[in-house]
């Protein structure tokens, strides 16, 4: 069976904001601002124990919020756009006993247990 297949930006920013966001200090900092807002809330609902929240709550929230994921998208975005090998097409052959992947700049090949490591293809061929 042949298939064929291409890694899209969609694709490609889901995967990288899911594994950004499941290290520990990331889940630190969601959790954060998950409670500095909820500090923020709180003392306008009229929670009487909570403090005013100053000028470096709202900074927090707003850099952990805002900041942090849309450095993070620019980061994903710029590297998807200049890397060939991202985007790039596969083509998948996929035999009982063979698996061949091959894309425009190298080859992989997987026969039974043993498997090749990649061949790298020059990019003008």
Known sequence: MKITTKVTFR??????FGLTY????MKVLVGIAIAVLLWVIGYYLGFSFLPEPV????????LIVLV????????IRKTYRSSNHISERLVMDLLQDKIQINGNLFTW??????CSGLSKRRSGS
């Open 109 to 114: 090949k997987c026969i039974g247990t043993r």
């Open 68 to 75: 942090q994921p849309l450095v993070i998208f620019t980061t």
């Open 11 to 16: 694709q490609y920013l889901k995967l990288l």
């Open 22 to 25: 499941q290290r520990p200090i």
């Open 55 to 62: 000028i470096y709550q709202y900074l927090t929230l707003i």
